[in-house]
């Protein structure tokens, strides 16, 4: 990272900026091009190791991206403003931001399934729902491991 001086390793915060946030943009190989797409999300971290859920329909676009690369990207941000100068040039942003290189899976078990759905929504709502093995279905999910990440903040 450039900026060290803005870089955050504590693990809290990172998961703070985590659980701040309500969506994700999530990066996947697309042949030629690179393809993003904003998802709400729901996260575990154990052992300083973060594991991201989404959910989807059961085919399309970024389930095709999975499919042939499971390589992704994930950058979440929160918190950003602009912060105003008397010079153009002086103008900058505001921010919290963490940033992941991992794996997507395709989830198949039903119960991982349904524990993610919750994750999903309690990330969301900060409420508990419980998901039945038939509502799970109706869904694909996918499981994002977090090989590496970083963190960064700006404040005013």
Known sequence: MRR????????????KIIADAKYLHLGMFDDEYPYVVPLHYGYRTENRKITFYIHCAKNGRKLDCIRKNNNVFVQIDCDESLITADNACEYSAAYKCVMCRGKA??????????RALSLLMKTQTGKDFAFTESMADAVTVVRIDAESYTAKVHEK
Do not use: G, L
């Not at 060290?4 to 998961?15: F, H, L, S, V």
């Open 4 to 15: 060290k001086d803005r870089e955050i390793t504590d693990i809290e915060t990172i998961e």
């Open 105 to 114: 899976t395709i989830v198949d078990d039903a119960c991982e399934k349904s």
